[in-house]
């Protein structure tokens, strides 16, 4: 039984450092300071954009995962499993390799979104690019479970990608699995959203503009001071008297 958990670990390690990455690079890329002014960091901004989008299926990839525990319960004679490591120990280990997975996915495209609304775009158009984005994820997730490529095939491979894609969109199981796909991760993106954005609020707080100095004012200040041709005014009235 611990063999079986250590071997997971490991698989469930590289898979989580993938995920990690496109949060990662969140962090840095949609920091509000960089694009205030974009055509200063244009070049780094559009690469660390590309990575990100590149790794970022990466993240809903681990919900099929769940597929290694069907096949680890199905053989559980074959792994020597009784039910108590399966429901006290693998189900587990698996239920926490995919909330974390998911999670990843969740803060990193959350980070996009949160600078998209803070420069005011329609909400209309966000709530497009959240649909079309899970419906990429779930394109990308079918051909790495099915077709086994990885994130970098995308630059070594990318004709096999193109038309195995285009080859899918005729297979009825292809368009089924993507629809359900989309569904889970946009509804798993929106409800992990409310927990996460209330759990690392400096994360996902509104930026302030900073333009102007700290603790200036610009209301006009009153002079207090009396005012020098008021004072004469009054010297004069007194030697007249």
Do not use: C
């Not at 450092?17 to 205030?36: C, E, G, Q």
């Not at 995962?65 to 399966?86: A, E, S, T």
């Amino acid at each position: 039984m611990w063999q079986l958990f250590v071997e997971n670990l490991q698989w469930m390690g590289w898979n989580l450092f993938l995920a990690a990455i496109p949060m990662l690079i969140s962090l840095v890329v949609f920091r509000y300071d960089f694009w205030k002014h974009p055509s200063i960091w244009f070049i780094p901004l559009v690469f660390g954009v590309l990575v990100y989008f590149f790794f970022l299926p990466n993240g809903p990839y681990v919900l099929t995962d769940i597929i290694h525990l069907v096949r680890q319960i199905k053989d559980y004679r074959y792994f020597g499993l009784n039910d108590w490591d399966i429901v006290v120990v693998l189900i587990p280990q698996f239920m926490t390799f995919i909330f974390i997975g998911f999670s990843f996915y969740v803060i990193a495209f959350q980070r996009m979104i949160h600078l998209l609304d803070h420069f005011h775009w329609p909400i209309g158009v966000i709530w497009i690019i959240k649909v079309v984005v899970a419906f990429v994820m779930s394109v990308g997730v079918f051909l790495g479970r099915f077709y086994r490529f990885n994130t970098w095939d995308i630059i070594s491979n990318s004709d096999k990608i193109i038309m195995s894609t285009i080859k899918e969109f005729t297979n009825f199981s292809f368009i089924m699995f993507v629809i359900v796909d989309s569904l889970v991760i946009f509804f798993g993106f929106e409800i992990l959203s409310i927990f996460y954005k209330s759990l690392f609020k400096p994360l996902f707080a509104k930026v302030t503009e900073n333009d102007e100095p700290r603790g200036t004012n610009t209301k006009p200040i009153k002079n207090s001071a009396p005012n020098k041709n008021n004072i004469l005014k009054g010297v004069r009235k007194g030697e007249q008297k």
